[in-house]
Structure formats: structure tokens, C-alpha cells
Nanobody
Framework: VQLQASGGGLVQAGGSLRLSCAASGRTFSSYTMGWFRQAPGKEREFAAGISWSDSSTVYADSVKGRFTISRDNAKKVAYLQMNSLKPEDTAVYYC????????????????WGQGTLVTVSS
């Protein structure tokens, strides 16, 4: 599967953005989708994930209650709705796909998009 992330941009603190991850291929519904982010000088970290099996979701504590991950299998797109954005949310956001039902780590994701930059100004 090939992934294309989009929707990043510059937003003021407290604002919202919606990221999209468009997938190619016929088996999108068989992949668990995840969103990761990498701030300058920091390691890539998990933000949110949605399982292929039951669309159950999981979030990092830092985004819980503010971000919502969803998927549209018919359109082969995963989304990350980001509300109440903070300057510390500034990062390049990557979407990723995993064959695992419930991936446990970054290493479980075998397919990655190119990243989209989100900048939150204070």
C-alpha cells in the first residue's frame, strides 16, 4: 500500500486542522492505520491509531481528548482531526499502515507516507 498525507499547515493555538491519508491498493480495509509525529530534534512518536478489525482507536496521552482518528474504507482514506491545537503539537505528521491488528510499536508499521508539516503558533 502507498500512502499520501496532506492537510498540514499553519494554525494559531486553539485552532483546528484535519489531516488526510490517502491510500492506494485494494486492501486498505485490511490495514491498521496510525498517525505519528516528529518534532524538530525529537524522535518520531505515536499519536493515534485505528484498527482494521473493529475500528477501535487508541491515542497518546498528549493528544487524547483533542485529536480524533477515523477511516473511510470505501474512499481508502484515514483522517486525523486535530482540535485545540497547542504550540507543542508542531511537528511533521506521518501516516502509516500496519498488517497487525493492534500494532504495539512504530516498528510494526511497514508502510509510511511522506509527512505533512503542522505548525501551531502561539
Amino acid at each position: 500500500v502507498q500512502l499520501q498525507a496532506s492537510g498540514g499547515g499553519l494554525v494559531q493555538a486553539g485552532g483546528s486542522l484535519r489531516l488526510s491519508c490517502a491510500a492506494s491498493g485494494r486492501t486498505f480495509s485490511s490495514y491498521t492505520m496510525g498517525w505519528f509525529r516528529q518534532a524538530p530534534g525529537k524522535e518520531r512518536e505515536f499519536a493515534a491509531g485505528i484498527s482494521w478489525s473493529d475500528s477501535s482507536t487508541v491515542y497518546a496521552d498528549s493528544v487524547k481528548g483533542r485529536f480524533t482518528i477515523s477511516r473511510d474504507n470505501a474512499k481508502k482514506v484515514a483522517y486525523l482531526q486535530m482540535n485545540s491545537l497547542k504550540p507543542e503539537d508542531t511537528a511533521v505528521y506521518y501516516c502509516a499502515a500496519s498488517r497487525n491488528m493492534y500494532p504495539g510499536s512504530l516498528a510494526d508499521y511497514g508502510y509510511w507516507g511522506q509527512g505533512t508539516l503542522v505548525t501551531v503558533s502561539s
